[in-house]
């Protein structure tokens, strides 16, 4: 097809059937080269050819069950028909978007009904991410108190631009950024370290995930809000990072409204947010903490981005807010979720090697850990003497190979997965992931396939060292 000037027309369906297959290929070559060679190791090189839903398709028409959401992206699943419809309409539209001196109305309108699941909270700015949401969240504290020094509790994961690296607990992720922001991290749940770094007096606030996405590790019962008393008495603030736990992730709207009297100055959100579909984050705030910030016209634009709160963005948003509300979203995934982790912690003292089930709603832990009996321990050692977090992978793998499950292992050199699957799922997902996952451990305490597999996870961590 050609246009009146004799170009050709861009086909990005023409595109796609005539290159798609490439798709290895030119990531290895022109994007991160490692991520290829990873999913080649692991067997995680599949080709999905659609997605709807908590579910994939393969070219051979394989149903694979999503439990990873684009790491919490799909709180909805893949095309939600509501939110697809949002985004055709705002396109159809054709909106003035983006002119940067004017008040478009879809903002105000999806920061109104974000702050109406947000209680004690008054103002939102809207940025393209979680680590920008964290960014503005960090920029603001620091202001409004005059402190340079942000808190966050080890093991903790905010993002990877400078300023979120600098309150990430994780090593392998700081190693080689250095410098960065004045911040020290204090354990999740204690609170004497906690005053011990606030006696200083220059802390401007405290960033937490009420649950760490690293290893599904909940902050004690009754610390958000000790530490919360304990950083006003200091004059700091307390910073709620939701952008994976919030929006119903955790059976709430928030996870830190899972404890009485929590009022966050500061909340983080993206991820679910989106609809899937284009990127967004939201940092929400207390007014005083805003109204210092743009403290006069002079400071209008003394933080924007520039493709913050634009039409499609703001139109997912909305659409996602809805969907949440009429087709109760969060009760779906307190219920499936309660169901899930009930069944799963059945299991322990089934098998020897499942240590432990934990976390809320649809963010689930499960944890492995050293066994008892002599064949399956001498196994376990080898695994942990090459590389921990091997075991871990060991059940991944089976678990898309063999039962066309996507899972992910929780963090580095940790023997924990995480589930985090789409808010959508029902009883069927749940019973088809522990049929699945049943099947993976009678094989691991049998001495089955999956060992074998081990060996080739054993030689890639050894190369690697």
């Given at each position: 097809?050609?246009?009146?000037?004799?170009?050709?027309?861009?086909?990005?369906?023409?595109?796609?059937?005539?290159?798609?297959a490439?798709?290895?290929?030119?990531?290895?070559?022109?994007?991160?080269?490692?991520?290829?060679?990873?999913?080649?190791?692991?067997?995680?090189?599949?080709?999905?050819?659609?997605?709807?839903?908590?579910?994939?398709?393969?070219?051979?028409?394989?149903d694979?069950?999503?439990?990873?959401?684009?790491?919490?992206?799909?709180?909805?699943?893949r095309?939600?028909?509501?939110?697809?419809?949002?985004?055709?309409?705002?396109?159809?539209?054709?909106?003035?978007?983006?002119?940067?001196?004017?008040?478009?109305?879809?903002?105000?309108?999806?920061?109104?009904?974000?702050?109406?699941?947000?209680?004690?909270?008054?103002?939102?700015?809207?940025?393209?991410?979680?680590?920008?949401?964290?960014?503005?969240?960090?920029?603001?504290?620091?202001?409004?108190?005059?402190?340079?020094?942000?808190?966050?509790?080890?093991?903790?994961?905010?993002?990877?631009?400078?300023?979120?690296?600098?309150?990430?607990?994780?090593?392998?992720?700081?190693?080689?950024?250095?410098?960065?922001?004045?911040?020290?991290?204090?354990?999740?749940?204690?609170?004497?370290?906690?005053?011990?770094?606030?006696?200083?007096?220059?802390?401007?606030?405290?960033?937490?995930?009420?649950?760490?996405?690293?290893?599904?590790?909940?902050?004690?019962?009754?610390?958000?809000?000790?530490?919360?008393?304990?950083?006003?008495?200091?004059?700091?603030?307390?910073?709620?990072?939701?952008?994976?736990?919030?929006?119903?992730?955790?059976?709430?709207?928030?996870?830190?409204?899972?404890?009485s009297?929590?009022?966050?100055?500061?909340?983080?959100?993206?991820?679910?947010?989106?609809?899937?579909?284009?990127?967004?984050?939201?940092?929400?705030g207390?007014?005083?903490?805003?109204?210092?910030?743009?403290?006069?016209?002079?400071?209008?634009?003394?933080?924007?981005?520039?493709?913050?709160?634009?039409?499609?963005?703001?139109?997912?948003?909305?659409?996602v807010?809805?969907?949440?509300?009429?087709?109760?979203?969060?009760?779906?995934?307190?219920?499936?979720?309660?169901?899930?982790?009930?069944?799963?912690?059945?299991?322990?003292d089934?098998?020897?090697?499942?240590?432990?089930?934990?976390?809320?709603?649809?963010?689930?832990?499960?944890?492995?850990?050293?066994?008892?009996?002599?064949?399956?321990?001498?196994?376990?050692?080898?695994?942990?003497?090459?590389?921990?977090?091997?075991?871990?992978?060991?059940?991944?793998?089976?678990?898309?190979?063999?039962?066309?499950?996507?899972?992910?292992?929780?963090?580095?050199?940790?023997e924990?997965?995480?589930?985090?699957?789409?808010?959508?799922?029902?009883?069927e997902?749940?019973?088809?992931?522990?049929?699945?996952?049943?099947?993976?451990?009678?094989?691991?305490?049998?001495g089955?396939?999956?060992?074998?597999?081990?060996?080739?996870?054993?030689?890639?961590?050894?190369?690697?060292?």
């Amino acid at each position: 097809m050609t246009t009146p000037s004799g170009n050709r027309e861009f086909d990005l369906g023409a595109l796609l059937a005539e290159r798609g297959a490439e798709r290895y290929e030119l990531h290895a070559k022109y994007l991160n080269h490692q991520l290829p060679r990873m999913l080649h190791t692991i067997g995680f090189d599949k080709v999905y050819e659609c997605a709807e839903g908590a579910h994939f398709w393969d070219a051979d028409g394989g149903d694979y069950l999503d439990m990873l959401a684009g790491f919490g992206v799909m709180g909805l699943g893949r095309h939600h028909p509501v939110v697809r419809k949002a985004l055709h309409d705002v396109l159809d539209a054709q909106l003035a978007d983006l002119t940067r001196f004017d008040c478009q109305p879809l903002p105000g309108l999806l920061a109104e009904k974000l702050l109406a699941h947000s209680p004690h909270l008054d103002r939102v700015f809207f940025g393209n991410s979680g680590t920008e949401a964290v960014e503005t969240a960090l920029k603001f504290a620091r202001y409004a108190t005059g402190r340079p020094r942000i808190l966050y509790c080890a093991h903790a994961f905010h993002g990877l631009t400078a300023g979120s690296l600098s309150v990430n607990g994780e090593p392998g992720f700081r190693d080689g950024f250095a410098p960065l922001l004045p911040d020290t991290a204090v354990p999740l749940g204690d609170l004497d370290a906690l005053a011990r770094e606030l006696k200083k007096g220059d802390v401007a606030a405290l960033i937490v995930e009420p649950i760490q996405g690293k290893g599904v590790h909940e902050a004690p019962p009754g610390y958000l809000a000790a530490a919360q008393e304990l950083l006003h008495r200091h004059k700091a603030l307390l910073i709620a990072d939701e952008v994976q736990t919030g929006l119903g992730r955790t059976g709430d709207f928030y996870a830190y409204q899972h404890e009485s009297g929590v009022e966050p100055d500061l909340v983080c959100v993206a991820k679910a947010l989106s609809g899937g579909y284009v990127p967004v984050g939201a940092t929400l705030g207390k007014q005083w903490i805003f109204k210092k910030v743009y403290s006069s016209m002079d400071r209008v634009l003394v933080h924007s981005a520039s493709f913050g709160s634009n039409a499609q963005a703001m139109a997912a948003g909305l659409a996602v807010l809805s969907v949440m509300e009429n087709e109760q979203i969060v009760a779906n995934a307190r219920v499936v979720g309660k169901q899930l982790k009930s069944r799963l912690s059945a299991l322990i003292d089934k098998y020897e090697l499942l240590s432990d089930v934990r976390g809320r709603g649809l963010m689930i832990g499960i944890e492995f850990g050293r066994p008892s009996s002599l064949k399956l321990r001498s196994r376990w050692t080898v695994l942990q003497a090459a590389r921990k977090g091997l075991f871990a992978q060991m059940v991944v793998v089976p678990l898309l190979q063999r039962h066309r499950i996507l899972t992910q292992v929780s963090g580095d050199h940790l023997e924990v997965i995480k589930l985090i699957p789409p808010l959508i799922i029902d009883e069927e997902d749940v019973d088809r992931f522990v049929a699945a996952f049943t099947a993976v451990m009678d094989d691991a305490h049998d001495g089955g396939l999956m060992w074998d597999f081990g060996k080739t996870l054993i030689k890639q961590a050894v190369a690697n060292r």
